[in-house]
């Protein structure tokens, strides 16, 4: 395991404080439409992109501990400031979920629980496939429940791996500090797209 190099990114919303550990990527260029006629791109990752792209995209799991180890290293400084580490629900199926195998990790190493204390209402297509902010705002309306017993009186860091334009983070947030009874929130994302979309 070994720690990577990371340049932190402020992520600002309804949180506290929020960061990214860096960039997703420094580059991406179309590369032409797929058989679907989607555009592909050509992408340039940060050190921490690479291997969050190779965990969640690509299945390879040799690169969580790397990934986790960055997290602790930044996160140990600061841990005094949370008590409880809550996962946003993953928005795609997959076998492992990259979100959840993280938060486990980095909760394990820091010695701090972690709940999976946020539910998903009802079914919705991944909200990186819904660009228009208004649509986007529909979607997230009442979205999300939140298990209060969990975070009632707690001061929780909400964590992702992937921050694109903080409406599901800020959805989250808002329903731990009102019915979720969180004395704060604050976030961590593994990387941050460069475009809001």
């Keep these: 395991m070994s720690v990577v190099s990371i340049h932190p990114k402020r992520v600002m919303g309804l949180w506290k404080s929020g960061c990214a550990l860096d960039l997703h990527t420094t580059d991406s260029t179309p590369s032409g439409e797929n058989e679907f006629g989607h555009m592909q791109f050509k992408s340039t990752y940060t050190p921490i992109g690479e291997l969050l792209h190779q965990l969640k995209y690509r299945g390879d799991m040799s690169v969580a501990s790397d990934i986790i180890e960055t997290a602790v290293d930044f996160l140990r400084p600061h841990c005094h400031k949370f008590d409880l ?58 979205l999300y429940s939140v298990e209060a017993a969990q975070t009632r009186g707690r001061n929780v860091l909400l964590f992702d791996d992937l ?10 947030t808002e329903v731990l500090l009102s019915e979720g009874g969180a004395v704060t929130v604050r976030v961590l994302t593994i990387t941050k797209t460069r475009s809001k979309k």
């Design 85 to 142: 580490i809550v996962p946003v629900p993953p928005s795609t199926e997959r076998k492992v979920q990259p979100v959840i195998l993280l938060a486990n990790g980095i909760g394990r190493a820091l010695g701090i629980p972690v709940a999976d204390s946020i539910r998903t209402t009802r079914s919705t297509a991944p909200l990186k496939d819904v660009t228009d902010p208004g649509d986007r705002k529909k979607l997230l309306d009442r």
């Design 163 to 172: 921050f694109r334009s903080g409406s599901t983070m800020n959805a989250i």
